[in-house]
């Protein structure tokens, strides 16, 4: 059963608007978050992360927002340029002594119009 | 900077074959892990080592096994390959030392393996 959903397979935004990028969690242990682009054919890319003592973390275009309550994490991306058309995969990882894994979503590809 | 690297791009191997994907990491990582991305299933781990010649299994392990002889090295071993084993390989590396960041793993590019 997987414990990292992301329920929207693809997503088509116009250049320069904001893209929203959604992911729900189910286990209360996972204590960081992490956001993975990946282009075809290469591997994914670590993008930015998120501790569970935060609520949001920016980095440049990109902003993790996490709302522990709800075991909900969204990725903005504003404004959305072509070179971000990617599949982002959400994936969380728990307290030791398994932190050493990440539990992945499906995957959101994301297509930016010019 | 970080390097991961996979033996091959892309594989076709047949039936019954056994077939070999090898990972190479330059970190001096102590984690590394083998992922198969299918469209609809995201990332799910196969296996995963925490040190030479340790090895644990992940959410799919079956009809898999690897091997981990030397620290930067990490091989996954499929003994009779099958259709339903065509996917998308990554290798991946991650350290154990608190200093390096929050556990991120780097990726390989991955190999597209189609079993015919």
């Known amino acids: 059963d997987q414990q990292v959903k992301q329920n929207s397979p693809s997503l088509s935004v116009q250049e320069g608007r904001i893209s929203i990028l959604n992911c729900d969690y189910t286990?209360?242990?996972?204590?960081?978050f992490l956001w993975y682009k990946k282009y075809p054919a290469e591997g994914p890319t670590f993008l930015i992360s998120i501790s569970s003592i935060k609520d949001k973390n920016e980095d440049g275009r990109f902003t993790v927002f996490l709302n522990k309550s709800a075991k909900h994490l969204s990725l903005h991306i504003v404004p959305s340029q072509p070179g971000d058309s990617a599949v982002y995969f959400c994936?969380?990882?728990?307290?030791?002594?398994?932190?050493?894994?990440?539990?992945f979503g499906a995957g959101t590809t994301v297509t930016v119009r010019a | 900077d970080v390097k991961v690297t996979q033996s091959s791009r892309y594989l076709v191997k047949r039936t019954g074959e056994k077939v070999f994907l090898e990972c190479v990491q330059d970190?001096?990582?102590?984690?590394m892990f083998w992922y198969r991305q299918d469209p609809g299933l995201g990332l799910r781990l196969i296996y995963f080592s925490y040190d030479v010649k340790m090895k644990e299994k992940g959410d799919i392990p079956e009809g898999y096994s690897v091997s981990r002889e030397k620290k930067e090295r990490f091989s996954l071993i499929l003994e009779s390959a099958s259709t339903n084993q065509t996917s998308m390989y990554l290798c991946?590396?991650?350290?154990?030392?608190?200093?390096?960041?929050?556990?991120?793993?780097?990726f390989g590019p991955g190999t597209r393996l189609t079993v015919t």
């Open positions: 991946a590396s991650s350290s154990l030392r608190k200093t390096s960041g929050p556990y991120e793993q780097y």
């Open positions: 994936a969380a990882r728990t307290h030791p002594p398994n932190d050493y894994k990440l539990s």
């Open positions: 286990n209360s242990m996972f204590d960081y």
């Open positions: 970190m001096d990582h102590e984690n």
